[in-house]
T-cell receptor, first 108, second 115 residues
Framework: GQNIDQPTEMTATEGAIVQINCTYQTSGFNGLFWYQQHAGEAPTFLSYNVLDGLEEKGRFSSFLSRSKGYSYLLLKELQMKDSASYLCAACTYYKLSFGAGTTVTVRA | NAGVMQNPRHLVRRRGQEARLRCSPMKGHSHVYWYRQLPEEGLKFMVYLQKENIIDESGMPKERFSAEFPKEGPSILRIQQVVRGDSAAYFC?????????????FGSGTRLTVV
């Protein structure tokens, strides 16, 4: 089966940096996705890692270590609009296995 | 270029009734996936369809649930004789190919409440 773990909640101050960790155990691993989901809305794609290392996209970066079954999402220069749930998902070909999501609250 | 369209956004059904959830994929996307999100839980895969074919329904409950993606029209997730435990958000996603790096585009979901 698939097992995806991420923290339930994190709180940070506007302008700060937050790192959301995700560990996964899955067979047939084919990449790691991060999605952002605001309450009552669709998950929106943030990043995809299939090789080890860091992928940077503006204020958001994502890291993957396949040997350790570990990923993190780094959010820099936090803004109030970044308050949302962040979903880690391990991919097995076409199927995504999601963690329960990390709710990030940004305080002024 | 419209995204993945799901309707209705909210659906209330009494126990024992049928629920029909619709999903129109993005233009050019022929792969459709349904996921269910229970309160305080992650999204769980239900079914993967291509036009007129069910490719993988390993996440679908064996009874009362069915899905289709006809040649013409939207994909339909059908839940017969709904029970309170079916209350959840149901998300549809589509992709142009099955390879993961193409990613999914999710719809805004249908929130089903069974009373």
């Amino acid at each position: 089966g698939q097992n995806i773990d991420q923290p339930t909640e994190m709180t940070a101050t506007e302008g700060a940096i937050v790192q959301i960790n995700c560990t996964y155990q899955t067979s047939g691993f084919n990449g790691l996705f991060w999605y952002q989901q605001h309450a009552g809305e669709a998950p929106t794609f943030l990043s995809y890692n299939v090789l080890d290392g860091l992928e940077e996209k503006g204020r958001f970066s994502s890291f993957l270590s396949r040997s350790k079954g570990y990923s993190y999402l780094l959010l820099k220069e936090l803004q109030m609009k970044d308050s949302a749930s962040y979903l880690c998902a391990a991919c097995t070909y076409y199927k995504l296995s999601f963690g329960a999501g990390t709710t990030v609250t940004v305080r002024a | 270029n419209a995204g993945v369209m799901q309707n209705p956004r909210h659906l209330v059904r009494r126990r024992g009734q049928e629920a029909r959830l619709r999903c129109s994929p993005m233009k050019g996307h022929s792969h459709v996936y349904w996921y269910r999100q229970l309160p305080e839980e992650g999204l769980k895969f239900m079914v993967y369809l291509q036009k007129e074919n069910i490719i993988d329904e390993s996440g679908m409950p064996k009874e009362r649930f069915s899905a289709e993606f006809p040649k013409e029209g939207p994909s339909i997730l059908r839940i017969q004789q709904v029970v309170r435990g079916d209350s959840a958000a149901y998300f549809c996603a589509s992709s142009p190919r099955a390879e993961p790096n193409y990613g999914y585009t999710f719809g805004s979901g249908t929130r089903l409440t069974v009373v």
